[in-house]
Structures are given as C-alpha cells and as structure tokens.
C-alpha cells in the first residue's frame, strides 16, 4: 500500500503548484496603517490574477474599503456595509485591471494617505513597463511576454498531463 502514499505525496506537492498564487500582506509588516507610503510599497510588485492581498490591522482601528478612481482619488467612502472589518481580510484579485483600496476611518484616507493603488496582470503573461490596452490581453505583449506565455502554458500543461497519468495509474492499480 506504499503506492497509495506516494501518489497522495505527489499530488499534495503538486497540485498547490498549479493552482496557488501569491499572498501579499499590504504594507508588509507594518500592515494596513496610516502614514505608510503605498505607492511605494506597491512600485515594482508584479500583482497577477490568482495572487491575494492581504490586510492586516488591529479590528475596529482601520477597514478596507474596494473603490473606484474617483473615490480613490477624494476618499469617497462607500455605505459601511460594504466594509471589510476582519482586521486580516484577503482579497483575492480576480481581474487583470487597476484596482483602488481605501481605509474608511475618520481621516485616515485624506489626512493619513491610507490608500492602495495596484495594476493587477493578466495570470499569464510578464509584466511590460508601457502600460497600454492590450497590457490585459494576454498573447499581445512584447516579445518577452510571449515566450513567458508559451513556457507558462507549457508547464500548466505538462503538470496536468501528469496528474492525470498519476489518477489514472492510481485508478488502475486500487480502483
Ligand atoms: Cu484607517
């Protein structure tokens, strides 16, 4: 019955591969606060679709509120119930576009710069330093882009054929 272990070993190492992203803890350790330059924080992070971001503070000092432009921009803060409160609340980026995060205390926002701003990319494909439409598409960039695209598919690909030939060997030997 050794089998049985190494194939469940072989798919518990595999299979987070495939699937998982990264996690980034906004501010890293001095977390979701006020007077931390964001913008910072954020320049040069590569954020892709799959990846989380993380919001950790102390419950009940700070929350996070998703916003549009515009609200970013003048700290316009939505209905509280749209509030994110958990004090370590994840994010999980679903779409390859721009997204803007504000704290909804007091002041935080206008006088404690306690917003994010991050471009998310598209889960296949490098990051291009010209942002332009076809940033989100993927296939369309650069020619770096493209060879990431192909290698990353082609690893994609190679995992699954893998996992299917271990099911089915699993299949065959103790179904
Ligand atoms: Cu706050």
């Known amino acids: ?96 576009r721009k997204k803007w995060y504000i704290c909804g205390v007091g002041q935080h926002c206008a006088l404690g710069d306690q917003k994010l701003v991050i471009t998310v990319n598209s889960e296949s494909m490098a990051p291009s330093d010209a942002p332009s439409p076809s940033r989100a598409l993927p296939y369309t960039n650069s020619a770096n882009g493209i060879v990431v695209n192909v290698f990353q598919s082609v690893v994609a690909v190679v995992m699954v054929a893998i996992m299917f030939i271990l099911v089915a060997l699993f299949l065959l030997l103790f179904g």
């Open 1 to 96: 019955m050794a089998f049985k272990h190494v194939f469940l070993i072989i798919l518990a190492v595999i299979f987070p591969i495939v699937v998982s992203g990264k996690d980034f803890i906004v501010g890293d350790e001095t977390g979701w606060t006020i007077n931390f330059d964001y913008v910072a924080w954020a320049q040069g992070k590569d954020f892709r679709v799959g990846d989380k971001l993380v919001f950790q503070y102390p419950i009940g000092v700070h929350n996070v509120f998703k916003v549009n432009a515009t609200g970013f921009m003048n700290c316009i803060v939505p209905p509280l119930s749209q509030a994110l409160t958990s004090g370590n609340d994840t994010i999980v980026l679903a779409t390859p």
